[in-house]
Nanobody
Framework: QVQLVESGGGLVEPGGSLRLSCVAS????????MGWFRQAPGKQRDMVAT???????NYADSVKGRFTISRDNAKNTVYLQMNSLKSEDTAVYYC??????????????????WGQGTQVTVSS
Protein backbone atom coordinates (compact mmCIF):
# COMPACT_ATOMS: atom_id res chain seq x y z
CA GLN A 1 0.00 0.00 0.00
CA VAL A 2 1.17 3.46 -0.88
CA GLN A 3 -0.16 6.41 1.08
CA LEU A 4 0.78 10.06 0.85
CA VAL A 5 0.56 12.55 3.70
CA GLU A 6 1.04 16.26 3.04
CA SER A 7 1.87 18.96 5.55
CA GLY A 8 3.06 22.54 5.67
CA GLY A 9 0.10 24.48 4.36
CA GLY A 10 -1.30 27.54 6.05
CA LEU A 11 -2.00 31.24 5.83
CA VAL A 12 0.75 33.53 4.58
CA GLU A 13 0.90 37.14 3.44
CA PRO A 14 1.68 38.04 -0.17
CA GLY A 15 5.41 37.88 -0.75
CA GLY A 16 5.87 35.29 1.95
CA SER A 17 7.12 31.71 1.81
CA LEU A 18 5.91 28.25 2.72
CA ARG A 19 7.39 24.78 2.39
CA LEU A 20 5.11 21.84 1.75
CA SER A 21 6.15 18.28 2.54
CA CYS A 22 4.74 14.97 1.40
CA VAL A 23 5.76 11.68 2.97
CA ALA A 24 5.09 8.44 1.12
CA SER A 25 4.66 5.04 2.73
CA UNK A 26 5.89 1.86 1.08
CA UNK A 27 9.04 1.03 -0.81
CA UNK A 28 8.53 2.41 -4.31
CA UNK A 29 9.14 6.10 -3.64
CA UNK A 30 12.61 6.11 -5.16
CA UNK A 31 11.23 4.74 -8.45
CA UNK A 32 8.33 7.19 -8.69
CA UNK A 33 7.72 10.50 -10.37
CA MET A 34 6.43 12.83 -7.68
CA GLY A 35 4.34 15.89 -8.29
CA TRP A 36 2.52 18.76 -6.69
CA PHE A 37 -0.84 19.85 -8.08
CA ARG A 38 -3.26 22.51 -6.90
CA GLN A 39 -6.95 23.19 -7.14
CA ALA A 40 -8.58 26.53 -6.45
CA PRO A 41 -12.32 26.76 -5.75
CA GLY A 42 -14.34 26.27 -8.91
CA LYS A 43 -11.28 25.42 -10.99
CA GLN A 44 -9.67 22.24 -12.26
CA ARG A 45 -6.69 20.61 -10.63
CA ASP A 46 -3.50 21.80 -12.32
CA MET A 47 0.10 20.64 -12.24
CA VAL A 48 2.43 22.86 -10.26
CA ALA A 49 5.71 20.92 -10.38
CA THR A 50 7.01 17.41 -10.93
CA UNK A 51 10.27 15.60 -10.26
CA UNK A 52 11.28 12.27 -11.76
CA UNK A 53 13.15 9.49 -10.01
CA UNK A 54 16.32 10.82 -11.70
CA UNK A 55 15.68 14.33 -10.39
CA UNK A 56 14.47 15.99 -13.57
CA UNK A 57 12.06 18.78 -12.70
CA ASN A 58 9.23 20.49 -14.53
CA TYR A 59 7.24 23.56 -13.50
CA ALA A 60 4.10 25.34 -14.50
CA ASP A 61 4.91 28.68 -16.12
CA SER A 62 3.04 30.52 -13.36
CA VAL A 63 5.44 29.30 -10.66
CA LYS A 64 8.79 29.20 -12.48
CA GLY A 65 11.43 31.10 -10.55
CA ARG A 66 9.33 31.14 -7.39
CA PHE A 67 8.71 27.49 -6.49
CA THR A 68 11.25 24.67 -6.14
CA ILE A 69 10.44 20.97 -5.98
CA SER A 70 12.92 18.56 -4.42
CA ARG A 71 13.00 15.05 -3.03
CA ASP A 72 14.82 13.09 -0.35
CA ASN A 73 14.67 9.41 -1.22
CA ALA A 74 16.15 8.42 2.14
CA LYS A 75 13.14 10.00 3.84
CA ASN A 76 10.52 9.08 1.21
CA THR A 77 9.68 12.77 1.09
CA VAL A 78 9.05 15.34 -1.62
CA TYR A 79 9.08 19.06 -0.89
CA LEU A 80 7.69 22.18 -2.51
CA GLN A 81 9.43 25.38 -1.49
CA MET A 82 7.17 28.29 -2.35
CA ASN A 83 8.60 31.81 -2.33
CA SER A 84 7.19 35.19 -3.37
CA LEU A 85 3.69 33.87 -2.89
CA LYS A 86 0.81 35.64 -4.59
CA SER A 87 -2.91 35.65 -3.87
CA GLU A 88 -3.46 33.58 -7.01
CA ASP A 89 -1.40 30.77 -5.44
CA THR A 90 -4.26 30.21 -3.00
CA ALA A 91 -5.50 26.65 -3.45
CA VAL A 92 -5.55 23.18 -2.01
CA TYR A 93 -2.22 21.56 -2.85
CA TYR A 94 -2.08 17.85 -3.54
CA CYS A 95 0.87 15.49 -3.65
CA UNK A 96 0.92 12.85 -6.39
CA UNK A 97 2.93 9.68 -6.89
CA UNK A 98 3.15 7.86 -10.23
CA UNK A 99 5.15 4.74 -10.89
CA UNK A 100 5.23 1.67 -13.08
CA UNK A 101 6.99 -1.19 -11.37
CA UNK A 102 8.00 -4.21 -13.42
CA UNK A 103 7.23 -7.16 -11.18
CA UNK A 104 7.88 -9.90 -13.74
CA UNK A 105 8.30 -10.21 -17.52
CA UNK A 106 4.51 -10.22 -17.84
CA UNK A 107 3.38 -8.10 -14.88
CA UNK A 108 3.71 -4.36 -14.32
CA UNK A 109 2.17 -2.67 -11.29
CA UNK A 110 0.99 0.86 -12.03
CA UNK A 111 0.59 3.40 -9.25
CA UNK A 112 -1.23 6.75 -9.30
CA UNK A 113 -1.80 7.96 -5.77
CA TRP A 114 -2.96 11.25 -4.26
CA GLY A 115 -2.60 12.77 -0.85
CA GLN A 116 -5.47 14.32 1.07
CA GLY A 117 -4.44 17.88 0.22
CA THR A 118 -3.24 20.82 2.25
CA GLN A 119 -4.71 24.32 2.11
CA VAL A 120 -2.48 27.24 1.15
CA THR A 121 -4.02 30.68 1.57
CA VAL A 122 -2.16 33.80 0.51
CA SER A 123 -3.83 36.88 1.92
CA SER A 124 -3.07 40.05 3.82
Amino acid sequence: QVQLVESGGGLVEPGGSLRLSCVASGSIFCFATMGWFRQAPGKQRDMVATITSEGTTNYADSVKGRFTISRDNAKNTVYLQMNSLKSEDTAVYYCNLRASIVVSPTITDDYDRWGQGTQVTVSS
